[in-house]
């Protein structure tokens, strides 16, 4: 076997570089400048929840290190590589409901209730919605909102 198709079976592997935080996108637009010209990077990620980071996907990490070098603001690579599902852990959206529980209390931010305090009764992941009880209201007040219309305060 030529080293041409052992390549082409060779999986890519995803090494993970160290930025100064908060210009994690200007480093990642050199490295495509730089990646560009050579061969060996495949794409370059930016986590969204995780600051300093830049996620490199290349055929070795030699290709990395060779785009990388020089490069203002990299503070260095992490050793080792990360496996495809922890990167896909890294960048899948979650949407805020799933962390959400009966008891929980929430701030109402959209809507006629905006500003008011509610507890968490029901949460529908399916149709993105929550049954939350208004805790300033006069009398039980229970109301079905939208997910994207609360923000969690504290939870029980």
């Known amino acids: 076997m030529d080293s041409g198709e052992a390549r082409k079976e060779a999986s890519p592997q995803f090494a993970v570089l160290r930025t100064v935080s908060g210009k994690e996108l200007n480093v990642a637009l050199v490295l495509e400048l730089r990646a560009s010209r050579e061969s060996g990077i ?24 060779r785009v990388a070098k020089g490069v203002k603001h990299v503070r260095g690579r992490v ?10 852990r890294l960048v899948r959206v979650r949407s805020p409901l799933e962390e959400l529980g009966p008891g929980d209390l929430v701030e109402v931010i959209a809507g006629p209730f905006k500003g008011l305090k509610a507890t968490v009764r029901t949460v529908n992941l399916s149709k993105n919605e ?27």
């Not at 495949?42 to 290190?65: F, M, N, R, T, W």
């Not at 929550?130 to 209201?137: F, G, M, R």
């Open 42 to 65: 495949y794409g370059i990620l930016i986590p969204p929840d995780v600051k300093g980071y830049v996620i490199v996907e290349s055929d070795g990490l030699h290709s990395v290190q």
């Open 79 to 88: 050793a080792g590589s990360v496996t495809y599902e922890e990167v896909e």
């Open 130 to 156: 929550v049954e939350v009880e208004i805790l300033e209201a006069a009398f039980p007040l229970r109301v079905f909102l939208p997910g994207d219309s609360i923000k969690p305060v504290s939870r029980r």
